[in-house]
């Protein structure tokens, strides 16, 4: 398994350029989510995803939209990037527990990531 | 709602000595708790978790994590500190009473361990 992959690594775009951020895993996971992470902030969940055709806001989706049209795929669309936006991107995905004898299913595995810088 | 509190930026210690790196939490239900960590320039990699079941906690790495609800604490501990330990560690906490399709974690602002040799 080449477990959740992001492309690209590394991204500058100008203000107000779109452009969209992939994520994709091959572990058959319902749960797919994107996080940023800014210098002493940890990691914020901007959207979420509990399966295909199933998406839901986290806490800081402004500016981002995403899609689920399959379970490997969630990619992250930024509409006009501003420099607000400069961050570093996480993809995760786990199970979906539908009990309690699988909670132990729910781990969160991370991408490797993408730097965007917004000049 | 629910959060996480890394009270300290930065944890030296020197090689071979037991470490600690501290988390606290606030969530209005039982927590699921989880430690993350960072190598530069990597992903997060899943360290252990705490769902339900005995306070001791044992990971990957040789790392373990205690669980005390009456001090709200999930601190990650290691007997002996290897060099190759330096990271970045993050904590991370779910209320099990909340929406479980949502499934957000909440993070700690981090902590950077250093083990000097």
């Known amino acids: 398994n080449a477990g959740v992959t992001q492309t690209p690594k590394f991204q500058v775009l100008k203000t107000g350029q779109s452009m969209t951020l992939q994520c994709a895993q091959d572990?058959?996971?319902?749960?797919m989510s994107w996080y940023r992470q800014d210098p002493g902030m940890g990691l914020r969940l901007i959207h979420y995803?509990?399966?295909?055709?199933?998406?839901d806001q986290g806490e800081v989706p402004n500016g981002y939209n995403v899609s689920r049209s399959t379970t490997e795929d969630f990619p992250l669309r930024l509409l006009s990037a501003a420099p607000s936006q400069t961050s570093v991107y996480f993809c995760?995905?786990?199970?979906?527990?539908?009990?309690?004898?699988?909670?132990?299913?729910?781990?969160?595995?991370f991408g490797p990531g993408t730097r965007l810088l917004v000049l | 709602a629910q959060s996480v509190a890394q009270p300290e930026d930065q944890v030296n210690v020197a090689e071979g000595n037991p470490l600690t790196v501290k988390c606290t939490y606030s969530?209005?239900?039982?927590?699921?708790l989880f430690w993350y960590v960072q190598y530069p320039n990597r992903g997060l990699q899943f360290l252990l978790k705490?769902?339900?079941?005995?306070?001791l906690v044992k990971g990957s790495y040789g790392f373990e994590a205690e669980f005390n609800k009456s001090q709200t604490s999930f601190h990650l501990k290691k007997p002996s500190a290897l060099v190759s330990d330096s990271a970045l560690y993050f904590c991370?906490?779910?209320?099990?009473?909340?929406?479980?399709?949502?499934?957000?974690?909440?993070f700690g602002s981090g902590t950077r361990l250093q083990v000097q040799p």
């Open positions: 572990m058959n996971h319902e749960y």
């Open positions: 991370a906490v779910r209320d099990s009473s909340g929406d479980t399709g949502r499934r957000a974690l909440t």
């Open positions: 705490y769902i339900t079941g005995d306070n």
């Open positions: 969530v209005s239900g039982n927590p699921y």
């Open positions: 995803s509990v399966g295909a055709g199933i998406t």
């Open positions: 995760a995905s786990s199970y979906r527990a539908y009990s309690r004898t699988t909670l132990n299913q729910e781990t969160q595995y």
